[in-house]
């Protein structure tokens, strides 16, 4: 998307985010282009490989080169998966920690850390998942505790609510009522691949679906404007097509009318 986002003057995007891990260690000339769009529009990032569930000890190292590209471009705002991704070696997907109270409080105190060192409050993602873990208490549960215990905020992806509400039979609508307002960063809205009717598999590589839109305009009623990012990580369209679905989230929280609309794009 960087031709299209440095030649067009038009664009009306709030923020774009990106994977710190993308571009910490890319080259000069990537890094010169990664400049000329932080020092034309707010930027978020969105980490891969925190693993903050793991059971192998932070990489405090890791931590501080993201403290430090966050600082080089004056980035506020780091969100990460609740999620682990690696144990002995990186495992290339994201897996779902087991809803017990050990892992809030195993979880809770990483958190912490991570924080510490980035010297910036984190927002951590309702991250979608295949096989439910064994545990002691639900999604919903697990989630809020974690929030609590580590004092951290939520980035809430509204798909993955939904594609884990039909993977696992609950009620997204209650999920989404349930969640702290006071600690929702911001959202995430995607597309998915539909694989069977009790099967969807998390893609960010399709336009989003009448289901999860109408998700996203029950969580602005019940939570207010957030600014809200369209993930799309694969089969990118152009950017005028893309502006559709952008325009769509200017439309839903418009008929929110709580407070003037972010919209965004990855």
Known sequence: MYQELVENDQLSLDFLEVAPENWMNAGPRHQ???????????????GLSLSIGSPVPLDIEFVQRVKAFLDEHQIDTYTEHLSFCSDEGHLYDLLPIPFTEQAVDYVSERIRRVSDVLERRIALENVSFYAMPPGEMSELDFINSVLEKADCDLLLDVNNVYVNSVNHGYDPLHFINQLPSERIRYLHIAGHYQQDSDL??????????DPVWELLKATYSRHGQRPTLLERDFNIPSLATLDNELSK???????????????SLV
């Open 32 to 46: 010169h282009q990664l400049r000329e769009l932080t020092e034309r529009f707010p930027f978020s990032t969105h």
């Open 200 to 209: 969807i598999i998390d893609t960010h590589g399709a336009d989003v679906i």
């Open 249 to 263: 989230i200017r439309q839903l929280k418009s008929q929110a009318a709580i407070a003037p609309a972010q919209t």
